[in-house]
Every structure is written in C-alpha cells, then in structure tokens.
Antibody
Framework: QITLKESGPTLVKPTQTLTLTCTFSGFSLSTNGEGVGWIRQPPGKALEWLALIYWDDNKRYSPSLKSRLTITKDTSKNQVVLTLTNMDPGDTATYYC?????????????WGQGTLVVVSS | QSALTQPASVSGSPGQSITISCTGTSSDVGVYNSVSWYQQHPGKAPKLMIYDVTNRPSGVSNRFSGSKSGNTASLTISGLQAEDEAHYYCSSYTSSNTRVFGGGTKLTVL
C-alpha cells in the first residue's frame, strides 16, 4: 500500500523560502523507474505541475518556476523535499506530492492529502 | 508551456453521457499518448481516472473512458451518477519532458 504525506509550514512571509517534505511508504525511490512529483493548487483554481524527481536523481521542473524550485530526495528516509524561493502571495496554494509509477510517462497514481501554504506578512 | 484547454463546466442528467475535451498542441497532447485524467471532489486530493489516453486504473468504473484525436483528448462518462459530480483535470506529457495540466472542468449532475 502506497501512502504519501506532505509536511511543512502553513504560513510563510513574502520573500521567504518554502521547504516542504513528502514522506512516503510502500515503494522505494531507489527502485528503477520510480518517481515522485509535486503539484499545487491555489484556492479555487486549477492544478499546476511543479516538479518531478526520478529514481536516478534526474529532475524536471515547471519552466515558469524553474529558477525558484529545487527538488531533492533522501532515499534512506523515504522523503522528497521541495524548496520554492522568494515566496509571493500568488504562491498561496495547497501543495501535493504524488507517486509516479515505474516507467509511467505521465500519471500519478497515489497522492498525498495536500498541505495548504499561505503566503502573507 | 500553457495550460491545456478544457471547458469550464459541463452538465448532464443522471443516466446520460457527457464528454469533456482537453485541447493541447503538437508539443504535448498531439504527439504523445500520455494523457491522464483526474477527478477531484471538494477538499480532496485528485484521483487518477484514466492514464495513457485510454487506460483505467484498477477500481475505476468502466463508465469512464478516454480517447484522443489530434491535439484534443476527451474523457467520456456514461451513465452519469450523482457521485460523478466533481472537477476533472486532464494532464499531458510534453516535448520538454515536463507535464502540464488543464484548467479543469466542473461537472454538474442535474
């Protein structure tokens, strides 16, 4: 059974850096083909794909946010960390992490419950 | 990359069929058979309904089906049920090895 859970601050100030942790179980990011992605959703708005990290440490970022995003993994802890610099009120959103199945091109089969991050001074 | 284009809303009566479109470009939907669809109820995480254009994950009703023609993918729900009322999002792999979501469609069951 695959589970994922996001953790991190619920409130950040403008210009600060957001650090979110995705802790997962039921699979290993050291297994060939596995991946974990991050997706966010501003209140009342659409999903937005942010980043993806593969078992071999390859990483992909949203072109519009690439300069502000970093995704890393700690295989021993079964965790993936997302950082987003220079936070702005427009970054207020629910942030989800999700499991990309082995060798899938484009789908996430298991999602975390999401964590709401509010950017406000 | 721009978001894929979906209608803002669709509606149908119980028992009817509806189709939600998802229009992309020749850099995403048009060139890859890697379109997926998600259902999202209020306050819940998205749920995978269709992957690789036409495939249903285990446990998803066969009332849900997907297709693609050119740069447009479609999700069809047959035999509409009240529990199908939700937001639906499409997603595609892109030529830059990233992914993109659609703007979402609110399905209302009348």
């Amino acid at each position: 059974q695959i589970t994922l859970k996001e953790s991190g601050p619920t409130l950040v100030k403008p210009t600060q850096t957001l650090t979110l942790t995705c802790t997962f179980s039921g699979f290993s990011l050291s297994t060939n083909g596995e991946g974990v992605g991050w997706i966010r959703q501003p209140p009342g708005k659409a999903l937005e794909w942010l980043a993806l990290i593969y078992w071999d440490d390859n990483k992909r970022y949203s072109p519009s946010l690439k300069s502000r995003l970093t995704i890393t993994k700690d295989t021993s802890k079964n965790q993936v960390v997302l950082t987003l610099t220079n936070m702005d009120p427009g970054d207020t959103a629910t942030y989800y992490c999700a499991h990309r199945p082995r060798n899938a091109y484009n789908h996430f089969d298991y999602w975390g419950q999401g964590t709401l991050v509010v950017v406000s001074s | 990359q721009s978001a894929l284009t979906q209608p803002a809303s669709v509606s149908g009566s119980p028992g009817q069929s509806i189709t939600i479109s998802c229009t992309g470009t020749s850099s995403d939907v048009g060139v890859y058979n890697s379109v997926s669809w998600y259902q999202q109820h209020p306050g819940k995480a998205p749920k995978l309904m269709i992957y690789d254009v036409t495939n249903r994950p285990s446990g998803v009703s066969n009332r849900f089906s997907g297709s693609k023609s050119g740069n447009t993918a479609s999700l069809t729900i047959s035999g509409l049920q009240a529990e199908d009322e939700a937001h639906y999002y499409c997603s595609s792999y892109t030529s830059s090895n990233t992914r993109v979501f659609g703007g979402g469609t609110k399905l209302t069951v009348l």
